[in-house]
């Protein structure tokens, strides 16, 4: 039986509710709703003119109804009498096919059905910066190999135990938190669990990771290449798929512990690795972090390079561990939804069609990268790996058409709104041609 907001407000003290979805471009967009007035919403939704926020829609549209899922509910651990919802978007009456929290639970109605559930668990990368976003805010933090820096990590002790201790209260089970490769970058882990409360969980980080930033005069940015120094902030995906309470791609016969199925998912992630990077890596500076030199430590990225490797940091895609895989490609802009649809459409796909995913490799990709011959490279930028989602069959018929076709519409809009942008590098080498 569903939670009764109403009852949840009365006994939890909470006064307000933030009514929440997250657009096509990772935006989350929210209502905040007095206590007194979330019975009507919990069964009709609260209103949104669509077509003012990243969807494909237009000011001749109907309303746009968020309608919240009461299982989703957060209360705020820094703002206790605030709830938040995730919810899901209707017009006329019907789900909006191309809103991202629709897709994702499409994905997964589709491999119910077979009898799988996807579990993941993020590492969400981000950067403490100055409110301006122009540098990062530690000026001590200046090691050359910072990743695991514990004076730079002690420093920064009140914004990070403070969100850490956030999800302790909500049971998200956190069991680490640690300084990452670059200056000024952290990365908060906490227990895997389905895909859709993984992303909800992933959405609501975010957002609690920046408020609780600017409380203490700091900004949180998931950019992927903020800096172009610096290593850049991914969003490494731990994968695994199960049915009941059995992992299906654990095998302690199989080679590193990986069954025949889950080579197979994996065989699907390696054939779709060019359109899924319009999902995972959205946005034009991703692919600075994707085509960036390695850095000194190299703890936090793999190469441009579509392979995969055993506990080898240098793939794109490492099995650490029997039962699971690790997908170091999405970056911090991924949607949280997306990325989970994503993972799951081409894994599906690789099951379905019994996709090889070719031999691992175990060579180090940083200094012997020409030995992987055969191997895909990932695109050079948006507009590459917007064109190769438009030719995927596989991801087109599993996340279907009408949000491809949104979504490749407002991406294609925003990379020429790059394109028409006039950057100081251009000014710099070709004013005096």
């Not at 017009?91 to 993941?120: I, W």
């Not at 100055?130 to 820096?149: F, L, M, N």
């Not at 016969?253 to 995972?280: D, Q, W």
Request: hydrophobic share 40%.
């Amino acid at each position: 039986m569903a939670t009764d907001l109403a009852k949840a407000a009365k006994s939890r003290g909470i006064k307000y509710f933030l009514i929440s979805y997250t657009d096509l471009f990772g935006t989350q967009r929210a209502k905040l709703v007095p206590a007194g007035a979330i019975s009507g919403m919990q069964k009709a939704g609260a209103a949104f003119a669509g077509f003012a926020t990243w969807l494909d829609m237009t000011p001749a549209d109907s309303d746009l109804f968020a309608v919240p899922d009461p299982e989703s509910l957060i209360q705020l651990p820094w703002r206790k009498e605030v709830g938040w919802l995730a919810s899901d978007l209707w017009m006329n009456g019907k789900l909006v096919e191309h809103a991202p929290r629709n897709v994702l639970k499409r994905q997964l109605s589709s491999a119910n059905k077979k009898g799988y559930d996807l579990k993941t668990g993020v590492e969400c990368e981000f950067f403490l910066v100055t409110p301006s976003g122009e540098r990062i805010s530690d000026e001590a933090d200046h090691q050359q190999k910072p990743c695991y820096d514990q004076s730079a990590l002690m420093r920064r002790y009140d914004v990070i135990t403070e969100i850490c201790d956030a999800m302790l209260v909500l049971g998200w089970r956190p069991y680490q938190n640690d300084h990452e490769d670059a200056n000024g970058q952290f990365e908060m882990n906490w227990r895997y669990d389905n895909a859709l409360v993984t992303a909800d969980r992933h959405g609501f980080f975010k957002f609690m990771a920046k408020s609780i930033a600017e409380k203490h005069g700091l900004r949180a940015t998931f950019m992927p290449k903020p800096f172009p120094q610096l290593t850049g902030t991914g969003c490494h995906a731990h994968v695994s798929l199960w049915k009941g309470k059995t992992n299906l791609f654990e095998d302690q016969k199989g080679e590193l512990g990986i069954s025949r199925l889950g080579y197979a998912f994996l065989g699907g992630i390696v054939h779709s690795a060019e359109p899924l990077c319009a999902l995972l890596n959205p946005t034009v500076n991703s692919y600075k972090r994707i085509n960036a030199p390695r850095t000194v430590s190299g703890a936090t990225w793999s190469p441009n390079t579509v392979t995969y490797g055993g506990n080898n940091r240098t793939h794109m895609i490492r099995i650490p561990e029997s039962g699971r895989f690790e997908l170091r490609l999405a970056d911090g802009a991924a949607n949280p939804y997306l990325l989970q649809a994503g993972i799951l459409a081409a894994g599906l796909d690789g099951i379905d069609n019994n996709r090889d995913p070719g031999k691992r490799l175990d060579i180090n990709m940083y200094t012997e990268g020409h030995k992987a011959k055969g191997a895909k490279q990932l695109p050079l930028n948006l507009l590459d790996a917007l064109r190769a989602l438009e030719r995927s069959t596989v991801l087109s018929d599993a996340l279907g058409a009408s949000f491809i076709s949104s979504y490749l519409k407002l991406k294609h809009e925003d990379w020429h709104a790059y394109s028409r942008h006039l950057t100081q590098w251009e000014r710099d080498t070709t004013l005096d041609s």
